[in-house]
């Protein structure tokens, strides 16, 4: 059941990372908020199912932007298995509620940018490093602000 509430979640995620954020993009750099979701998965259920929603959120993603097949899933999925390393059960929600929930989000917006603006990049005129900076890092800046509104959000909620 909780696997299902991930992937309703995930599906409204990608409607608006679609419709909205382009809405939201400066200079034509977006915010990924799949990946902060999917760092929020990854934290808190571990390696493989942050692969696992990584795989199928980034393949339902390459399907609904109509980008190149298989970009989005291979880069989500290789952020998560990374994610995926600083897991721990024991300090999870210390981890989803403080400052290394902002430097696992950088850490896979790094990973994800750089291998979608690699794979992107191949066969074009425009140089990685160009590309890299201009989105990958300035992108992967504009996730982790963004990403800042969610980690407001899980430290105020109370546990019990």
Known sequence: MQYLTYAGIG???IVVQVLISPLLSIAGVSP???????VWISIKEGQFAGEIAGFVLGLLLDILSSNILGVHTLSKTAACFCIGYFFERERTEQNLRNWPFLLLTLLAAVINNGLYYFLITRGTEISF?????????VGALYTVFIAIFPLLYWSRKRTY
């Open 32 to 38: 990924d908020f799949l990946l902060i979701f999917l």
């Open 129 to 137: 490093a160009e590309f890299a900076f201009r989105y990958g890092a």
């Open 11 to 13: 599906i409204l995620i």
